[in-house]
């Protein structure tokens, strides 16, 4: 079955950078987007840009543009959102999603503190 | 970048009550328009994609209809666990969500 699985919560200070990873399994990894979307406490989805495991294409949000980083290790089906320059709200939760909408990963918590 | 416009931003409803939920885009998005359902701590759920299709398991109760720049999502017999958060989406170009509509019990 299709598994995307991310790794886990992360506390940061403002400044730093974070990385997250999107383990995928039961399916080619090559053929589908990955999506990364964030999550504030108690707001809406903001999507945050995509990369095309096969051959590395990115595409960002202009909101992030310069400060993320999308990236894949096809060796293990792995997809990496990279945030760098962190601020408090930055506080989210982030979710990576197959580009066919309906498999999404369970989310990991980044929670920018001093 | 494409702009998506939800309303109502919540709503109070009985069970049983029939439930709207538009949605409007800032230019046309065809029918790549997709409805998702979020309950707290959990992912979005996909309920419904190219603004009419029901996604696999999702219940008949749920439906969306719309073209261009102007879409629904209409619940028609709201149940005790659909009440949630509901955000549509674009995947026209990119993506984008609405701010979503939160759906409490009334």
């Known amino acids: 079955q299709v598994q995307l699985v991310q790794s886990g919560a992360e506390v940061k200070k403002p400044g730093a950078s974070v990385k997250v990873s999107c383990k995928t399994s039961g399916y080619t990894f090559t053929d589908y987007y990955i999506h990364w979307v964030r999550q504030a406490p108690g707001q809406g989805l903001e999507w945050m840009g995509w990369i095309h495991p096969n051959g590395g294409d990115t595409h960002y949000a202009q909101k992030f543009q310069g400060r993320v980083a999308l990236t894949r290790d096809t060796s293990i089906s792995t997809a990496y959102m990279e945030l760098s320059r962190l601020r408090s709200d930055d506080t989210a939760v982030y979710y990576c999603?197959?580009?066919?909408?309906?498999?999404w990963g369970q989310g990991t918590l980044v929670t920018v503190s001093s | 970048d494409i702009q998506m416009t939800q309303s109502p931003s919540s709503l109070s409803a009985s069970v049983g009550d029939r439930v709207t939920i538009t949605c409007r885009a800032s230019q046309s998005i065809s029918t790549y328009l997709n409805w998702y359902q979020q309950k707290p701590g959990k992912a979005p759920n996909l309920l419904i994609y190219g603004a009419s299709s029901l996604q696999s398991g999702v219940p008949s109760r749920f439906s969306g209809s719309g073209s261009g720049t102007d879409f629904t999502l209409t619940i028609s017999s709201l149940q005790p666990e659909d009440f949630a958060t509901y955000y549509c989406?674009?995947?026209?170009?990119?993506?984008?969500f609405g701010q979503g509509t939160k759906v409490e019990i009334k």
């Open positions: 999603a197959r580009d066919d909408l309906n498999f």
């Open positions: 989406q674009q995947s026209y170009n990119a993506w984008t």
